[in-house]
């Protein structure tokens, strides 16, 4: 179908992090394109503005954490490109003791503590110490998020990393190595403290008895550092800035540009090929795609050297484990905790943990494991409206509800097209018992199941982590030992994105370590290139 078009990098795939990595490669001279099979970029950080007329709707992630203890927007100076992130503070809101008292996490510690003194002064001051200590710890891990997770790195800013922290390192260890729910009911005594910590750990995945997950409830603390934001406009104000950061860098966008296959001969690939038949060359190639659709899709099984292809049949995707259902309303939540007649007050402003105990949650996971949605799921309500009034009509808000825990694949016959809308009932009745206006003030709603985000956003079985956020899928193990450094058998392909290290979310870390990769090798593989690659720019 004509002949190819040369590169130096094509990235397969236009989510934040491959976005994020074109725009590294491009602002450092190369020229770069990046291959979306969506009529627009983002990914899983997008927003549509014609699923509720009227209303922008975010169709993947809503709050922005990790990217904010990353210098990726100030590298790429995404200000000048139109983003304007604002402020979610609080960060964090929940219901405590029958729904009548509340917490509230601020960016200053001090100021949650005062405000989990007012139902349990002894919290208070466990809270203080568990974010001093834990804070600490993850200085060194968010280190070693920043590079590529080799064992130098890791053992530099994880291993032997001096904290200054009085615990007991052996002490550390085994919190570490414990299940997140056992931390939070050793240090805490409130079940509703405990609770809003457990459901905002649950978000990456792994339940709460999962053991090696101590630090999932410990990066609590480092949300006080990053604070929970919003881009104005909607989550994918981010990753617009990213293209016309991209373009102002030389880059380019190719939308409605499904990759069809990528051609390997040899070490090396070769040619992408689109749907339709156009071909695409570059020297050097990025996937951002999820690492199966990567090996078994684009380049085909058969392609694959050794057993690789067993190895990376063998990641773990899961069964799904959320859905969302995106809401228009005529009101806010006026929630019994925090009454505001359905107008703004501070419970609105950021994530919103409804879970009234980790019992609760517990059971809710076993529903999951019996391949059946949650019977009574656990909630996290989301009304960006209170803090971005562009995103809905003037008078009225959005109300993004997110709930697990629900399978992927169903037992007993059901089909997810079937029982969607009675699981987003479902949703919504569960924000109703905070909130008795909620129900009633539903005008439309957008439903997304974790088949509608495989479809939607090529999140297989509905992972928006893409790969289990299990420890032996975590660091130097993601997704594999042998790709777990960006690299691939084929010497000028390269992965990005949630698949990899650190993991999903919005980060854009693997993104900016990637391009970090690929400029490394393009460096020389002489003596040089051989310590910059093995120090990887400490």
């Not at 609590?220 to 990053?226: A, G, P, Q, T, V």
Request: glycine share 10%; aromatic share 8%.
């Amino acid at each position: 179908m004509g002949e190819a078009r040369m590169y130096d990098v094509a990235v397969i795939g236009g989510g934040h992090n491959g976005l994020t990595c074109a725009c590294y490669l491009a602002q450092a001279g190369l020229k770069v394109i990046v291959l979306e099979r969506r009529h627009i970029v983002g990914g899983a950080v997008c927003t549509e503005d014609d699923l509720i007329p009227g209303y922008k709707i975010d169709v993947g992630s809503s709050a922005h954490i990790m990217i904010h203890l990353t210098p990726v927007v100030r590298e790429l100076e995404l200000e000048k490109f139109g983003l304007e992130y604002l402020d979610c503070d609080p960060f964090a809101f929940a219901p405590v003791g029958e729904g009548r008292e509340a917490v509230y996490f601020w960016r200053d510690v001090e100021k949650t503590c005062e405000s989990i003194a007012r139902f349990s002064p002894a919290d208070a001051d466990a809270y203080r110490k568990f974010v001093r200590e834990w804070g600490q710890f993850n200085e060194g891990v968010f280190e070693a998020f920043l590079k590529p997770p080799t064992v130098m790195n890791l053992g530099r800013h994880m291993i032997f990393r001096r904290t200054g922290t009085k615990t007991n390192p052996a002490e550390m260890t085994r919190k570490i190595f414990a299940p997140y729910g056992q931390i939070a009911r050793e240090t805490f005594r409130h079940e509703g403290l405990r609770a809003a910590l457990v459901w905002l750990a649950a978000q990456s995945g792994p339940p709460p008895l999962t053991p090696a997950t101590g630090d999932f409830l410990g990066w609590h603390s480092m949300i006080h550092r990053s604070g929970v934001k919003r881009p104005r406009g909607g989550s994918g104000a981010l990753t617009q800035a990213l293209a016309r950061c991209l373009a102002h860098h030389g880059g380019e966008v190719r939308l409605s540009a499904e990759v069809e296959r990528l051609e390997v001969a040899g070490t090396r690939a070769g040619a992408i090929r689109l749907v339709g038949g156009e071909r695409i060359e570059a020297r050097r190639v990025v996937s951002n795609a999820h690492v199966q659709t990567t090996f078994l899709k684009l380049i085909g099984a058969e392609n694959l050297p050794g057993e690789l292809a067993a190895r990376v049949a063998s990641v773990r995707v899961g069964n799904g484990f959320g859905m969302i259902v995106r809401c228009a309303v005529s009101e806010l939540p006026d929630y019994t905790a925090a009454p505001s007649g359905g107008k703004p007050g501070d419970c609105h402003q950021g994530l919103q943990l409804l879970c009234p105990s980790i019992e609760y949650l517990e059971r809710a996971y076993g529903d999951y494991l019996r391949g059946r949605p949650s019977e009574k799921p656990a909630a996290l309500a989301m009304t960006f409206s209170a803090v971005d009034p562009t995103i809905a009509p003037e008078g009225k808000h959005a109300l993004f509800i997110w709930g697990q825990y629900y399978p992927y694949e169903l037992t007993g016959g059901e089909s997810w097209d079937q029982i969607a809308e009675r699981e987003a009932d479902k949703l919504i009745d569960v924000v109703n018992d905070y909130a008795p206006n909620v129900r009633d003030s539903v005008l439309a709603r957008f439903i997304q199941t974790p088949l509608d985000l495989e479809r939607r956003l090529g999140l297989l079985r509905g992972n928006v982590m893409h790969v289990e956020m299990d420890i032996d899928q975590m660091f130097l193990y993601r997704p594999l030992p042998e790709l777990s450094t960006y690299r691939t058998p084929f010497e000028n392909l390269f992965l990005t994105g949630a698949s990899t290290h650190p993991g999903g979310g919005v980060f854009a870390a693997s993104g900016r370590n990637t391009a970090h990769v690929v400029l490394s090798d393009l460096e020389g593989k002489g003596l040089a290139g051989w310590l910059r690659r093995t120090l990887m720019w400490k």
